[in-house]
């Protein structure tokens, strides 16, 4: 089977610093991949440059069997490539059918096409049906973002990727500011994306999240590949100790003095 | 948030009973919020009926001080939808109620020379109010490029061009109030569009031909034509707010402006135009001004921009962002004209004014970070 994305021996220098290091990774319908690392090892420039946020220096990234170079994060998402950072990026002041279309507003034209409206009622509807294909049941539609969950809000940001149809999902430490409870409700989500054939990228710092939900796990260090492992054959202790590079224990006081970017 | 196991299916998403408490206490909420400021105005309109009864055996209520609370109002209002839309995205503009006098300054040096000249009233009206509406749109645009571009803070980019522009006013105009219109000007700007004379019927834009000097006491003003443009305008920028997609742009900045550039709303270009937009409703209410008073002064809107600032205020917006209605800041100033009007009407001495319009301020802000508070 072809790979829904594929990214060959990407690098990124900023200035003498190789924040990302001939990193290859790839991600097929039907799997979660947690990727993970220390501060500084990479994960976010890796990120950056597979939603169009930086541009490699070296390396190709294949989406979909199709070899991409995105100018802007845009494009990124144009093609169905979602990045739903820890801000979710929701106007909080708005509803949630508001935040759904956001910037993609439903017009309702009077007139002949004189003046259009916005038509919050049809949001509303296709809201609900973005919600039922994840199986999320909010209370109310019509109250402000503001009033929801942190759980609800992930939720919506997630929505919304969805509907605007995401192929793959990439998601930035999305439980770090939520309860336990609701923690366990996001990773639910995690899982019904991958059911519905669209993958997740899933950063974290937090094992036990990975560990609950992706079938893969690739560990970075220092802008490298140090690991890939199946979560079903893999511990815990083991994927720690590739974070921080147990057998390099010895040089890493060394090291100290090289600064690496986030 | 229920997220049901695949089996399950989805169900209804309304659920009137509330179930966690939380919404509930929101709706609320958002009522008393909503509320509080026509309870507030329905407050003043029977004190205010109360005390005039008492002190000068006025009543209060009646058509003339409707009718004059509305003509106070038209100026704060002017200016207080400008501010709404600003204010919405976390904006303010110090500008506009210098704007406003610029406008006049423009509008009526243009009058004043077309009339000269002898031209013919229906040229000298619209060229006047034409170039002192659109000339309002140069410190618009110059304000929201410096916003929006060069990432002024607001507050300094708009004080920095009512100065300015205050300062062109003056030099315009040499300081003086800009004089010797044509006769009709006042005319049109102290019209009614309806006048009922008991007995003998309605007539439109003007007395009864047949009334002469003595019974023009008797006969009643409705709607002047100062309110009806403002209740035109008004009712233009409310749609513009409430239905199209700029105004839903505008709560999305407010709300969140990292957020909107990332969704694809063209933040920058936005911003320029509502801060065009506000300009232009200043141009309308310097012309306006000119109108009613047959003159322009550079100080015309003087103390309109705090007072339209206030009435945002009261009327519910946030100066965070992302919140506001026209219909609150109607409210909002309604409520400053009522306690202006109703101060004069008892006979107080006037600067009593800011003092009342100081503490409704902050009432309203008190209320609003009370019910903030209650929110969370």
Redesign the interface.
């Known amino acids: 089977m072809e790979n829904l994305l594929k990214v060959n021996n990407l690098t990124k220098k900023f200035g003498g610093l190789t924040a990302v290091n001939d990193v290859s990774l790839d991600v097929n319908i039907g799997e979660v991949v947690g990727l993970l690392g220390d501060n500084g090892a990479g994960k976010s420039t890796l990120i950056k440059m597979v939603s169009g946020v930086y541009k490699p220096d070296e390396g190709e990234i294949f989406f979909n069997g199709q070899r991409v170079d995105f100018a802007t ?2 494009q990124a998402r144009d093609i169905g490539i979602e990045t739903i950072y820890q ?8 509803d949630v059918g ?1 935040n759904i279309f ?4 439903i ?1 309702r034209s009077y007139l002949g096409g004189l003046i ?3 038509d919050r009622n049809k949001m509303r509807e296709e809201a ?1 049906k973005a ?2 294909r ?8 019509t ?1 402000q973002v ?4 942190g ?2 809000r992930q ?1 919506v940001a997630i929505a919304r990727s969805i509907y605007w149809n995401a192929k793959l999902m990439i998601m930035d430490e999305p439980t770090a500011a939520l309860g336990v409870s ?1 923690q366990r ?1 996001v990773l ?2 995690v899982k ?1 994306l991958r ?1 519905q054939g669209v993958p997740v990228i899933l950063i974290s710092h937090n094992m036990q999240d990975v560990f609950a939900v992706a079938t893969r796990i690739i560990v970075l260090r220092r802008g490298k590949k140090v690991g890939e492992r199946m979560v079903n054959q893999t511990t815990p202790d083991e994927i720690v100790s590739l974070m921080v590079g147990a057998d390099e224990a010895l040089e890493s006081s060394i090291d100290l003095n090289s600064t690496d970017p986030d | ?6 089996k ?4 209804s ?3 009137p009973q ?3 408490g ?2 509930d206490r ?2 609320r909420l958002v009522f008393i919020r909503k509320i509080w400021a026509w309870a507030f105005l329905a407050a003043l309109v029977i004190g205010f009926s109360i005390a005039s009864k008492k002190v000068n055996d006025i009543d209060f209520i009646s058509l003339r001080s409707v009718m004059g609370i509305l003509t106070y109002t038209s100026q704060i209002l002017l200016i207080g939808l400008g501010e709404t839309l600003i204010i919405i995205v976390a904006g303010i503009d110090l500008s506009a109620g210098w704007v406003l006098g610029f406008s006049s300054v423009v509008g009526a040096t243009v009058m004043q020379t077309l009339f000269a000249k002898g031209f013919s009233p229906i040229v000298v009206v619209s060229a006047g109010m034409l170039s002192g509406i659109l000339v309002a749109i140069i410190p618009g645009v110059i304000n929201g490029l410096l916003i929006a571009r060069v990432k002024v803070p607001p507050f300094i980019s708009t004080l920095g061009m009512g100065v300015l522009i205050e300062g062109v006013a003056l030099l315009i105009s040499g300081g003086y109030p800009v004089v010797n219109q044509p006769p009709y000007l006042g005319m049109i700007g102290n019209s009614s569009v309806l006048y009922y004379w008991p007995d003998h019927g309605f007539s439109f834009f003007g007395y009864p031909e047949l009334a002469a000097q003595a019974d023009i006491p008797n006969i009643l003003v409705i709607l002047p034509t100062v309110v009806l443009v403002t209740m035109i305008v008004t009712a233009i920028v409310w749609f513009v707010l409430a ?3 700029f ?3 505008l ?2 900045i ?3 402006m ?3 550039i ?4 063209p933040v920058q270009r936005t911003l320029i135009k509502v801060y065009a937009l506000a300009a232009v409703l200043s141009g309308v209410g310097g012309v306006l001004w000119s109108t009613r008073f047959s003159s322009g002064a550079y100080n015309a809107g003087e103390t309109t921009t705090l007072n339209a600032i206030a009435a945002v205020v009261i009327g519910g917006a946030s100066l965070y962002g ?2 506001g209605t026209i219909m609150g800041t109607v409210v909002g100033a309604l409520i400053l004209a009522t306690i202006q009007y109703g101060l004069v009407l008892l006979g107080v001495v006037p600067f009593w004014q800011f003092v009342a319009v100081g503490i409704v301020v902050i009432v309203a802000v008190i209320v609003d970070q009370f019910g903030r508070a209650l ?1 969370k």
Do not use: F
Request: proline share 5%.
């Open positions: 994060p845009r801000d979710l990026a929701l106007a909080e002041n708005l508001s956001l910037g993609r507003e017009l259009h409206t916005v609900v919600l039922d994840l199986n999320i049941r909010l209370d109310s539609l109250q503001l009033n929801l969950s759980g609800q939720a609701e409700k639910r989500l019904t059911d | 948030m229920e997220v049901e196991e695949k399950a299916g989805p169900t998403h309304q659920d509330h179930p966690k939380k919404p929101v709706s239905k199209t997609q105004g839903q742009h709560y999305a407010g709300g969140n990292e957020g909107a990332r969704a694809g709303i992302g919140e929110g």
